[in-house]
Structure formats: C-alpha cells, structure tokens
C-alpha cells in the first residue's frame, strides 16, 4: 500500500505544548515574551536598552537593569510602567527591578596593564626606598617590578 498524502508536520511546539508540565513552561515564557516586548514598547528610549523583564510571579514583574543609574531611574517610573503593562493583559502589581548586568562573551576579564611615565616610575621608586620594610613597601616594590615604563 502506498501512502498518496505527505505526513503532517508538527514543529516542536506541538510537542511541547502536549505536556501539561512542559505546557505551563510555555505559557510562561510566552507571557514573558510578551511582556518584553510591551516593556520595550513603553520604556523611554535610554532605559529601553539597558534593562530587559526577567520573570513574571503572581502579579510582581521582575526587571533586571546594566547598572544602577538605569535601576533607580526604573524604580522612579515603576507605577506609570506598571500601569502601562497592565494594559498589555498581565496583570502589574509591583516591579522589582536588580541590578544585573549582561554578560559579555568578547569582554575580557584582565586588564591590560598602563605603563608609567619615567618620572612617575622614579618617584615611586625613592618613595619606595625611604620606606622602611613592611606590607606598604612590598605592594610598592611588587607594582615597580610588574609595572610596565614608557620612555
């Protein structure tokens, strides 16, 4: 027997949402999709970038913010933003907002060490020498011996 109809497709999501445990994950991240995208719609320009909706519970939206100009700035405009997703259809009783900055992959972790000046260099050095031996002149002979010098 030869089968004339191409099967059915069903894209993962019909697989997902079949389970009803995996099925109320969905419908979560759903309703956080959405309600990233009314944040993006109704944030001010500056914020809309530097802060993202991170998770929705019981009435309480949670923002995280790059740092913390931008959290206290949201925190300011927390009841005209929750009057505003509210209207979206979920239901805004309060924002936390955390500071929580992005990570980024190509941003490295070391930093590149500044050569000194030779004047800095010498000055340090004799500030160095009248010390007597303890921790303080340590750190100082530690920082000249590592320290990079311009000529």
Not at 15 to 33: F, K, N, P
């Amino acid at each position: 027997m030869i089968c004339t109809e191409p099967p059915m497709y069903q894209g993962p999501e019909h697989y997902l949402d079949s389970d009803a445990a995996i099925g109320r994950v969905m419908a979560h991240a759903r309703l956080l999709q959405k309600l990233s995208r009314r944040f993006e719609a109704i944030a001010p320009g500056g914020l809309r970038h530097a802060a993202r909706v991170a998770n929705y519970k019981s009435g309480k939206i949670v923002i995280h913010a790059d740092n913390g100009a931008v959290a206290a700035k949201i925190r300011q405009m927390s009841q005209r933003l929750c009057n505003e997703l509210s209207m979206g259809g979920a239901e805004c009783s309060a924002l936390e907002v955390k500071v929580q900055p992005r990570q980024n992959p190509y941003q490295t972790r070391t930093s590149t060490p500044k050569p000194l000046s030779g004047k800095a260099f010498g000055a340090l050095q004799a500030t160095a020498e009248k010390l007597p031996p303890g921790p303080l002149r340590a750190a100082l002979d530690s920082l000249l011996q590592r320290a990079a010098r311009t000529e």
